[in-house]
């Protein structure tokens, strides 16, 4: 019989959004007049920006004539991308990153997920708690133990450094799922650490398009010293509305470095290269097309609009909950709004009591990790309405 991967034996018996579905679909079932509200996987929900639309349809036209056809395009992405990636997310913000550093691909989720497969078992791996669930499974998948670096009030949500060295580092800002942004101030000491340790930050930037601050870092390339201890993970997902249409990039320095056989330095952008040619052929071309065009002026303005509407949701939210005597974190800088359950439930009881009573559909803060119980998360991602009718039905329980 053939012989499975032990590893996924630790995990979890789901992934923390199936087994959300999965009770809400029970709940639905049971009470079928319900109307439920969903604001918890973070979703988008707007149609994508016009710009976009026109960028798709153009590059599928051109693929149906001969002059146009594109068979297989460059496993790391279109150059015409890369270049303008380079231009406007990094140049604009005094970064030089070359275009050959970004790797464009179907999501953060993937690349936060595979970028494991270049990294040796025994590596000691510290990851922020609570976190986005694929950082701490698919370690485990692989066989790795993690430090958990508990992010709490009581810590202001500064994570401590590791207690143990570590050799790789995850840290989300803004923070999927407390909602808030690393200061300059704590991304300097990510840094320094990582430079005194040896250590690689993945940095999963995948929420940058919602800073608001301006004093807070949108790279951590803008960290001097970043790029040779750090990768950085981004994504139109969110800021541009492609969760269907799938388009993301990572950026690996050439100046990165790793451990090979004895004291043999490795590149690690030779290694990402290596993997994403052999397992990715790339993303499609209309839609690499469609993410090209937000970088436009119109293009841009379109995804401000974007976002400025779900941060105004997450406005609305936390005006909402701190109404209600809530302790309340996040929402100015992230589409997240991390609330401390009432009455001391637990996430679970306050998930439970939210959807049975409320009929209004969060994310448990204990599936992000040990540090998340006792809170919940609730996603800006609904439209304006479901997030007007969730908060009145929220008080009526809580209140
Ligand atoms: C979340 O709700 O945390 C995200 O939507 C998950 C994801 O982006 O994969």
């Not at 390339?221 to 201890?229: K, L, W």
């Not at 209309?286 to 609009?305: C, L």
Request: net charge positive; charged share 25%; with cysteine.
């Amino acid at each position: 019989m053939a012989r499975i991967n032990i590893n996924y034996l630790n995990l979890k018996a789901g992934y923390l959004f199936p087994e959300i579905s999965k009770r809400v679909r029970v709940f639905q079932k049971n009470n079928p007049k319900a109307k439920i509200i969903k604001l918890g996987i973070g979703d988008v929900t707007l149609p994508l920006p016009k710009q976009v639309v026109r960028a798709m349809k153009k590059a599928v036209q051109d693929m149906g004539t001969s002059k146009g056809f594109r068979g297989y395009g460059p496993e790391q992405g279109y150059l015409f991308l890369r270049e303008l990636i380079s231009k406007h997310d990094f140049g604009s913000r005094g970064v030089s990153i070359d275009p050959e550093e970004i790797f464009v691909s179907d999501g953060s989720k993937c690349d936060t997920g595979n970028i494991t497969d270049i990294f040796g078992i025994q590596n000691r791996v510290a990851v922020t708690d609570p976190a986005y669930p694929v950082y701490v499974d698919t370690n485990i998948m692989d066989g790795r133990s993690l430090e958990y670096l508990p992010m709490v009030s009581d810590n202001n949500f500064e994570p401590p450094l590791p207690k143990k060295k570590a050799d790789l580092i995850y840290i989300c800002s803004p923070n999927n799922p407390t909602g808030i942004p690393a200061t300059r101030a704590a991304l300097k000491k990510w840094v320094k650490y990582a430079r005194e340790h040896q250590s690689i930050i993945f940095f999963d930037a995948a929420y940058e398009g919602f800073i608001r601050n301006p004093a807070i870092p949108h790279s951590i390339f803008e960290i001097p010293g970043a790029r040779q201890v750090a990768i950085e993970f981004r994504s139109f997902s969110k800021a541009a509305g492609f969760t269907g249409t799938r388009c993301a990039y990572t950026v690996v320095p050439k100046q990165l470095m790793g451990q090979g056989r004895g004291r043999q330095k490795i590149s690690i952008h030779g290694l990402w290269m290596r993997r994403q040619t052999t397992k990715f052929n790339g993303v499609s071309y209309p839609i690499q097309a469609g993410a090209a065009s937000i970088y436009s002026v119109k293009g841009r303005r379109e995804t401000k609009k974007l976002t400025d509407y779900y941060m105004m949701n997450a406005k609305i939210i936390r005006k909402y909950m701190k109404a209600l005597g809530l302790e309340v974190y996040g929402g100015t800088d992230a589409p997240y709004i991390w609330i401390r359950a009432p009455y001391n439930m637990s996430s679970w009881e306050f998930f439970d009591l939210l959807l049975s009573e409320a009929h209004v559909v969060g994310t448990p803060g204990s599936g992000f990790g040990p540090s998340g119980e006792g809170y919940l998360r609730l996603s800006a991602f609904g439209s304006r309405k479901d997030v007007e009718n969730a908060m009145p039905r929220i008080k009526k329980v809580i209140g």
